[in-house]
């Protein structure tokens, strides 16, 4: 039975092959942000599988990103409070490279075993348009805590 298609899922109901995509771990869980299609171009999907949780070993639809990207770079930062948040930065939409940059916070389930991305919301641009770069996030811990 096909199944409607669209650029997160193929008409058999997988997760589309994309390239370009980038990839970054936030709370156990694997996101898989935009990336480019044969068949769609450019993507905003964001897709997420985790071991543990609910859905573990199910790939999930997050929401999507503000825009297209293809050759983006993603990365993923928790604060001292436990939030996190997904970065993606740069790429192209298939028209252009990008100097955007956007993100989305994370909620945890109250099971504490399982989180989700809320909507992604535009950052300040980056002074230089980037694509096919990478990105890392780094938490600062004082020598004294070492």
Known sequence: M???????CNHMGHPR?????????????????????????ALQSVISISKEGRQQ???????????RREGVAACAYEDSLGFGSVVA??????????????????????DGKDSELNHFIDLPDMPIKRANATAAALRFVPASRL
């Open 2 to 8: 096909a199944l409607f298609q669209s650029d997160i």
């Open 17 to 41: 092959q994309r390239t370009g995509a980038a990839a970054c771990v936030l709370q156990g869980r694997l996101y898989v942000v935009g990336g480019f299609s044969s068949d769609f171009g």
């Open 57 to 67: 070993g199910e790939w999930r639809k997050e929401g999507s990103m503000t825009c």
């Open 89 to 110: 930065l740069g790429g192209s939409n298939g028209t252009g490279i990008l100097a955007t940059a956007e993100k989305a916070t994370s909620t945890l389930h109250e």
